[in-house]
Every structure is written in structure tokens, then in C-alpha cells.
């Protein structure tokens, strides 16, 4: 962050000129401080935003195959087709089956094409909902990896119920009879992230991001300036130390200097350590307490004032 | 709606006497206007039956966002509501119900904390209670000003949804104009039954946003309430003069034939 360092350096000399001159400069001092401060909060959030999307960073079946033994991918919603966007399947881990469920973006341009660069149609979440069911019929643990900028915002979408599809994952995941672990890997966009991840532990990658709205959005809307997305992004607080202090995800998963592109093996075994961990305590609770903790966790989330009647 | 002003549907020109009396609508062609929660739930409920709960409660600002506070106050002078959600109990046609009525004047109806929670614990009742749970939508989605726990009050009004569900006790949605983004994608599509108001705008993303993502213009009546009927998400298209009598069958049709045969 050379910016603010340059910043910070400039700051010190003042503070220094300013002792030796004698001269009380101490209130803009304490005001270019916060600015300073600002800026490198806000280059901060940027910087995972850089490295959530990063064009190396890797994908959920590049973790899928690190992690798991013997996956094997599962297609279809039953209904309307197989969307590419929205990977499942069924693996091991370490011996123990489990259903694994995952946003995909493609490397290429062709497999973006095929996987519509990660955004899903309803016929992904209803594709996720019949494995997720097929999880719970068979007492198979659920893993979630998301990384996702958004469902997709277009015409098909629409007219296939993408907000039913969406809404009924959530009201249905809150209810499985079996345990969910979810682990943001990348981009958490909004609606279409948290149609995979209602479950009893969620984490996130150490540079993930988890937003309700993109900071593009954010700031055409909220700043009415579009080109501001790197204020929204800190004012959003979207990175996983913000989401660990506001309590909604369980931890971070360490990734290793420079990113999870620069060690895709070491990100997958810490994903991996934490999944083995959790998923040995989750696996003790009889599933009604699984359920009755997961909703009670779900219904405390939000912040207000009760007020007086 | 003053008095000069056409129907924006038909161009007729009515004064704000006689929309009033057809419940906000247009007399010559039936177009809705966009009703408050006070009008709706002076329509809808028995006389003197409306009972407000957790009336009081204010949103935080659990983002530390700068101007959110002044935003809030601003639009509870606008929408003279403390939120964008009312909740209460009272009777339709002497029937009991927990009835949850949404305001598009406030912040656009955006859901944060207070709206989810008050939103939950409307479903919530219901089960407790045993009272059918009516909810009317009108939203831009999740509000962004709380950023991630906006988006949290998906999963937790949908984890009510589900508890209501448990219980067995029926729960009815109004979509109401406009609905879309987080609401729609959260309780508004999980109702028992699904009604909407005649040419509501109903959908997840916004039509400006698809357009944006398409670079076309979106056929006429996309995302209307007639569509989504047609595509399967809408139970039934009901006009304002009929969702009263509407929901009170539909109250009695979710009775189970065991409460029947022992009530008669």
C-alpha cells in the first residue's frame, strides 16, 4: 500500500517539524491521522475485493478435488436442466461421505460460458436443494463452498421463480436434518451466496468478501457515483474480519501470503483441517438439537432498539 | 393523485374523492394505486379489531454507516412510521389473524434488522397463537444501509416461515407493487397461498438491472403480477375490493375437516 505509507512517512515528519518549530498543529494533526486512517481502511477492503476476484484465485473445484476422495459430480434439478454454475456431488472426507454443493466460476472464456462466470439460474438452486434433500435422506453431511458474485439477473431467471428458488433454499436448508458447514472461498454476492449457505457453521477465506450488495452497486446507488466502489467497499465491511466481528460467520480460514492463488494445496488442506474438526463435533449432536441451534442462531442475527411500548 | 391528475393506465381524469372510495383504484379501468398500511389496514381489519405489536422498534446502525441515522429519521417524517413494516393482530370478518402490512414510503420498504424481526415474530405468533398470518409486501429488497445483516433477515424470515409451517397454521401473502429483491426471494414466495395485486411488479432483480445485464428492453408486463401468474409463482390476481372476503374463505378453506367435524 504505498499510498497511505507515504502518507503515514509524511505524517511523522510534520509531527516531528512541528515539535521542533514549537508550533501547536496537534487538531490537524489528529485530523490528517484519521484521514490516513480512512484511507487505509479503504484500500484494505479494495485489496481483498482484488484477491476475492482475482483471475487466479481458485475455484471451488479446484478445492473439491484437494479435499475430498472420490467425488463424484451429480448433475440435474429434475425439473428443467443442469446448471454449470452451481457444482454437486458426492465425496469423502477422510472416510466420511458427504454431499458437497458449490458455486463454480469458469477459467476460460469458453467455461464461462458454460458456467455463466459463476451466477446461477433457479434450476442451480433447485439443483442444490435435491441434493442437499438427498444429503439429509441418507445422513450425509452437507459441505458449501460459495463464491459467487450473484444469482443471475437475467430474463430466464426471472421467469423460473429465481427469488422462489432462492427463498425456498433458505426456509428448507434452515430445516435439514443433518449437519452444514459453509466456507466462502471468494465472492459472497448477496441473495445468490446465501442460497447455499444457511447452515450451522459458516466461515470465510481470509481474503473472501461477503456482501449484501456488490460495491459497484453499493456505490451507484448509495454514493450515486459509480466509479466510488472501493469507499462503498469499506463502508459495506465486507471482508471476513468484519464479518467474524459482527459474529455472522464461526472464523476465518487462513490463506497464505500473497493470497490463495500463490499456495492453492495449503489453502485446501486449512479448509480441510477445519472441516474435519468441526464436522466430528457436528456429527455428535442429535440432528433435532443440530436444527433447533442452527434457527435459534439464524433468529437472534440484527441489530435494534426495542423501544417502549 | 390530485384531482388533475389522469389514471396512469386509462388517462381518465377522477378526483381523489372517488379513488379514495374504490380504495385507491382508478373507477374506469381498476389500476392500483399505491396504498399505505394505515389505509390497507383500515380496509382489511373489523373496526376498532387492530392491535399494533412491537410498534417501538427502531433500527440501530450496525455498520457504523455515516448518514444512516439521518436517513432513518428523515423517513419516519416522511412515511409517519417508526419502520417499514406494521405488525399487529385483529379479525377479518371476525376471523383472528396476525396481519404484517409493508410500506413502499419508507425507504422503499427495504428490509434491515426491524423489518426481519418484526416480520419473524409476526410468523412467529401466529404459530404461538394459532392465528392464520397475513402479510402484505411492498419492497425494494434488503437495505443495504446494514449491510450484511439485511441480507441475514432473508434466512431468519424464512426460518420462521418454516416454524409457522410446522405448526400448521395457514400463512397468506399479498404481493403488492412493487416486490422484489430480498423480500421476494425470502417470505414473499413462501407463503401457503400466494395473491397479488392486478399489475404489481414482482421479481428478484430490479427491471433496470436485467436490462443492464441483457442490453435489451424487457417485453411489456414483464415481472407484472398477470406474468408471474402465468409462470407459475402467483395463486390468484385479486383487486383490492376483493382480497377482504378473499382472505376470510381462504381462512375458512385452511380449516382442518377434524376442527369441522368436532366445531360442528
Known amino acids: ?309 | 393523485m390530485s384531482t388533475d391528475t389522469p389514471c396512469p393506465s386509462c388517462g381518465t381524469v377522477h378526483d381523489t374523492a372517488s379513488i379514495e372510495a374504490a380504495l385507491k383504484t382508478c373507477p374506469s379501468c381498476g389500476y392500483h394505486y399505491r396504498m399505505e398500511p394505515a389505509e390497507r389496514i383500515a380496509y382489511l381489519a373489523d373496526q376498532g379489531s387492530f392491535t399494533e405489536f412491537s410498534a417501538n422498534l427502531r433500527s440501530l446502525n450496525p455498520i457504523d454507516l455515516e448518514g444512516y441515522e439521518e436517513k432513518l429519521s428523515e423517513a419516519e417524517a416522511k412515511a409517519r412510521m417508526k419502520e417499514a413494516v406494521i405488525t399487529g393482530t385483529c379479525t377479518i370478518e371476525g376471523k383472528p389473524v396476525v396481519l404484517a402490512v409493508m410500506s413502499f414510503n419508507f425507504m422503499g420498504g427495504s428490509m434491515g434488522s426491524v423489518v426481519g424481526e418484526k416480520v419473524s415474530r409476526a410468523l412467529i405468533k401466529g404459530a404461538e397463537e394459532r392465528k392464520p398470518v397475513i402479510i402484505y409486501t411492498t419492497s425494494g429488497g434488503a437495505r443495504m444501509q446494514e449491510g450484511i445483516f439485511s441480507l441475514m433477515q432473508m434466512a431468519k424470515t424464512s426460518s420462521a416461515v418454516a416454524e409457522l409451517a410446522k405448526s400448521e397454521i395457514p400463512y397468506f401473502v399479498v404481493l403488492c407493487d412493487p416486490t422484489t429483491g430480498g423480500v421476494t426471494a425470502s417470505f414473499a414466495m413462501l407463503a401457503d397461498v400466494i395473491i397479488a395485486e392486478p399489475g404489481a411488479l414482482i421479481g428478484f432483480a430490479g427491471p433496470r438491472v436485467i436490462e443492464g445485464t441483457i442490453r435489451q428492453k424487457l417485453p411489456d408486463g414483464f415481472q407484472r403480477a398477470e406474468f408471474q401468474q402465468d409462470k407459475g409463482f402467483v395463486d390468484i390476481i385479486a383487486s383490492r375490493q376483493e382480497q377482504r372476503h378473499l382472505l376470510s374463505l381462504l381462512i375458512d378453506l385452511h380449516k382442518p375437516y377434524r376442527a369441522c367435524k368436532e366445531g360442528a
Open chain 1, 1 to 309: 500500500m504505498p499510498h497511505t505509507h507515504s502518507l503515514t512517512q509524511k505524517l511523522e515528519e510534520l509531527k516531528k517539524l512541528a515539535e521542533a518549530s514549537g508550533i501547536d498543529v496537534s487538531d490537524e494533526l489528529t485530523l490528517l491521522e484519521s484521514k490516513v486512517k480512512a484511507a487505509s481502511k479503504t484500500e484494505m477492503a479494495w485489496r481483498r475485493v482484488e484477491l476475492a476476484r482475482h483471475p487466479d484465485r481458485p475455484y471451488a473445484l479446484d478445492y473439491i478435488t484437494r479435499i475430498f476422495d472420490n467425488f463424484i459430480e451429480l448433475h440435474g434439478d429434475r425439473y428443467f436442466g443442469d446448471d454449470a454454475a452451481i457444482v454437486g456431488g458426492l465425496g469423502f472426507l477422510n472416510g466420511q461421505p458427504v454431499t458437497i454443493i458449490a458455486n463454480q466460476k469458469g477459467r476460460s472464456l469458453k467455461e464461462n460460458m458454460k458456467r455463466n462466470h459463476g451466477m446461477a439460474n433457479p434450476e442451480g438452486y433447485r439443483k442444490a436443494l435435491r441434493l442437499a434433500k438427498q444429503a439429509e435422506k441418507f445422513h450425509r453431511p452437507i459441505i458449501t463452498f460459495v463464491d459467487t458474485s450473484g444469482a443471475y439477473p437475467g430474463l430466464g431467471a426471472e421467469e423460473r421463480g429465481i427469488g422462489e428458488a432462492i427463498a425456498r433454499n433458505l426456509l428448507e436448508f434452515s430445516q435439514l436434518k443433518t449437519p452444514i458447514i459453509s466456507v466462502i472461498i471468494g465472492e459472497g454476492g448477496s441473495g445468490g451466496a446465501l442460497g447455499i449457505s444457511v447452515g450451522d457453521k459458516i466461515y470465510m477465506l481470509e481474503n473472501a468478501v461477503y456482501s449484501v450488495i456488490s460495491p459497484e452497486g453499493c456505490a451507484s446507488i448509495l454514493l450515486r457515483d459509480s466509479s466510488r466502489a472501493k469507499d462503498a467497499a469499506a463502508m459495506l465491511r465486507i471482508t471476513s474480519n468484519d464479518l467474524l466481528d459482527f459474529k455472522i460467520i464461526n472464523g476465518i480460514i487462513k490463506e497464505p501470503e500473497g493470497g490463495a492463488h500463490t499456495d492453492p494445496d495449503a489453502t485446501a488442506m486449512n479448509i480441510k483441517k477445519v472441516l474435519v474438526r468441526d464436522l466430528q463435533d457436528l456429527c455428535d449432536r442429535p440432528p433435532a438439537v443440530l436444527v433447533r441451534y442452527r434457527n435459534q442462531k439464524i433468529r437472534k442475527i440484527g441489530h435494534w432498539n426495542e423501544g417502549e411500548d
